[in-house]
């Protein structure tokens, strides 16, 4: 489900988001799974792609996409009271995505994937999966 073809992608302008929030509650396996489920199958009608890191009560999110569908996520995504303390760390218009295999990967715990979700990333003891190295910065 997290696979996407992109194919409208050379004709609109690409925008990446990074923020960073906390969780107002502690996420459980099943919060998170059913979080990833919502946010991967409207990501795949919206062409967005990106990823999700979770840890210590934190979210580090990147969302790509064109511009007008990031823009409509993110006024979705400011609401959820799911979390809070939002802090945008990058905003702008970019040529290529960095995730563009996954319309949610995502990078946690390792416990916190007792359902084997797919695109899931295990932290290593150092708190870095495969993926969230791409996450922040530019
Ligand atoms: C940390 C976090 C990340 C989220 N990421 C996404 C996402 O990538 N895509 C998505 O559709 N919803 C995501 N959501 C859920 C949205 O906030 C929102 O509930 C959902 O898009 C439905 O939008 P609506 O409330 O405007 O109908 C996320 C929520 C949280 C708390």
Same mark, same amino acid.
């Given at each position: 489900?997290?696979?996407? /073809?992109? /194919?409208?992608?050379?004709?609109?302008?690409?925008?990446?988001?990074?923020?960073?929030?906390?969780?107002?509650?502690?996420?459980? /396996?099943?919060?998170?799974?059913?979080?990833?489920?919502?946010?991967?199958?409207?990501?795949?009608?919206?062409?967005?792609?990106? #990823?999700?890191?979770? &840890?210590?009560?934190?979210? /580090?999110?990147?969302?790509?996409?064109?511009?007008?569908?990031?823009?409509?996520?993110?006024?979705?995504?400011?609401?959820?009271?799911? #979390?809070?303390?939002?802090?945008?760390?990058?905003?702008?218009?970019?040529?290529?995505?960095?995730?563009?295999?996954?319309?949610?990967?995502?990078?946690?715990?390792?416990?916190?994937?007792?359902?084997?979700?797919?695109?899931?990333?295990?932290?290593?003891?150092?708190? &870095?999966?495969?993926?969230?190295?791409?996450?922040?910065?530019?």
């Amino acid at each position: 489900m997290q696979a996407m /073809t992109i /194919t409208t992608e050379q004709t609109q302008a690409l925008e990446r988001l990074v923020y960073k929030s906390r969780a107002t509650e502690v996420m459980g /396996t099943l919060a998170l799974f059913n979080l990833l489920n919502q946010a991967r199958e409207r990501n795949a009608n919206l062409g967005v792609t990106g #990823h999700l890191l979770y &840890v210590n009560g934190m979210f /580090t999110q990147c969302i790509e996409g064109p511009t007008s569908a990031i823009e409509t996520l993110w006024q979705s995504i400011q609401r959820d009271a799911r #979390h809070d303390q939002i802090l945008v760390v990058e905003r702008g218009p970019v040529k290529v995505r960095r995730f563009d295999a996954w319309a949610m990967a995502f990078s946690s715990y390792r416990y916190l994937n007792s359902f084997n979700m797919p695109g899931f990333f295990p932290l290593n003891e150092a708190g &870095v999966s495969e993926k969230s190295g791409l996450c922040a910065g530019s």
